[in-house]
């Protein structure tokens, strides 16, 4: 049985830092883009970040450029997210998700997803 374990949420004040990873296990996902999206109360889901399959050409929604790194170890098939600076609209459950393909991730097209880690930057 596959499953996507997140977790490193909690809350932090604005400003400040945290570390989401996320372990896979039931497959290996080595030969797969991976993901984090994330969806803020009554709002819908949304892109983070991905990072192809090597671990190389990570990309970013424009809101997190500057803040966020994505990265990966295939070797423990893990996805971590750091997120630096911090803001308040930063908060929501933030999801990992293994792409379709080697390349890319989009929300239209997510292999495995989550069940999310909260996270909730206060002002």
């Known amino acids: 049985q596959v499953q996507l374990v997140e977790s490193g949420g909690g809350l932090v004040q604005a400003g400040g830092s945290l570390r989401l990873s996320c372990a896979a296990s039931g497959r290996t996902f080595s030969n797969y883009a991976m993901g984090w999206f994330r969806q803020a109360p009554g709002k819908e889901r949304e892109f983070v970040a991905a990072?192809?399959?090597?671990?190389?050409?990570?990309y970013y929604a424009d809101f997190v450029k500057g803040r966020f790194t994505i990265s990966r170890d295939n070797a423990k098939n893990a996805v971590y997210l750091q997120m630096n600076s911090l803001r308040p609209e930063d908060t929501a459950d933030y999801y990992c998700a293994v792409g379709e393909n080697s390349w890319s991730v989009t929300l239209r097209e997510v292999g495995y997803w989550g069940k999310g880690t909260l996270v909730t930057v206060s002002s």
């Open positions: 990072i192809n399959w090597r671990g190389g050409n990570p």
